[in-house]
């Protein structure tokens, strides 16, 4: 069942999502050469204790950290540790969410630390990142959820790669819906799979966190042995960007941006909705 949430519950979900825009921008800057993983967990867990907000990652099925940091071959829920050092020309993608009142916010991004990074590095996360907003902007009352999964799929297909080759979008981890809890239904694939039919039709009040991952190579990963880390099969460095979006009357609202997606979705045409904390 999708959970269909009213205006002030989106209102509720907005300030979860400003909370994790918090951290965003806090965690960005902590990520230089020299520091490690567990620093920037401290940082998250500070900004939260400044919102008066929960980390709804600590604890998710038994996951002992506020953040997921997840450096150049590693996916998706790398652990925070003091044992990973940052070093320049490194990526790392964090991953974070937040609780206000029971209502959540999830998001992610890829930073570069430090300096000297390829242009496949940076063209990577800029298409991964564009993909998103791709599939953001398809969130339109009437659309299907795989107008979602095609937006982000076709517009990460179009992108030529540098060196040749494509680029591999990961099968095995999507975005989701979220709003009482953080991971609802329906799920979200970043690729069409006809044989899941269309999905449910988009409404107002529909709200799902939108969360490409994109590989230099394989679209295959596997999970190490602290049953949470997801690195590509072939080792390849991976891209993760993701933001909560709920589906207003007055179009969509991204839940977890500062401006509430409003200068990117101009850039595909699209008013954001008015923002309720305004």
Not at 13 to 25: C, P, Q, S
Not at 120 to 139: D, F, H, K, N, Y
Not at 242 to 253: D, F, K
């Amino acid at each position: 069942m999708v959970q269909i949430k009213t205006p002030e519950q989106i209102a509720k979900m907005r300030e979860a999502g400003l909370v994790v825009a918090a951290i965003h921008a806090a965690t960005r800057e902590a990520a230089v050469p020299g520091a490690t993983t567990k620093d920037l967990d401290q940082v998250a867990r500070k900004v939260l204790a400044e919102h008066n907000a929960k980390p709804n990652f600590l604890g998710y099925g038994g996951f002992p950290a506020t953040i997921c940091t997840s450096v150049n071959e590693v996916v998706v829920h790398g652990i925070p540790s003091d044992d990973v050092v940052l070093k320049d020309g490194d990526v790392i993608s964090i991953d974070c969410g937040a609780i206000i009142d029971g209502w959540h916010g999830d998001a992610a991004y890829t930073a570069f630390v430090g300096s000297g990074h390829s242009p496949e590095l940076i063209e990577l996360s800029r298409v991964t990142e564009e993909s998103m907003w791709a599939g953001i902007a398809a969130m339109k009352q009437g659309n299907r959820l795989v107008d979602v999964s095609r937006a982000i799929e076709t517009y990460i297909r179009r992108q030529p790669k540098p060196g040749g080759g494509r680029y591999g979008i990961i099968e095995d981890y999507g975005g989701h819906g979220i709003g009482t809890e953080m991971h609802m239904d329906p799920h979200l694939l970043n690729y069409v799979d006809r044989r899941r039919g269309k999905g449910p039709k988009l409404v107002p009040g529909f709200c799902l966190a939108i969360e490409p991952m994109v590989s230099l190579g394989t679209p295959k990963t596997r999970v190490l042995e602290d049953d949470w880390t997801v690195v590509t099969t072939d080792g390849t460095w991976s891209s993760h960007w993701e933001h909560s979006v709920a589906l207003t009357e007055q179009g969509p609202l991204v839940l977890t941006a500062p401006d509430g997606g409003r200068a990117k979705l101009a850039e595909h045409g699209i008013t954001a909705a008015p923002d309720p904390l305004a």
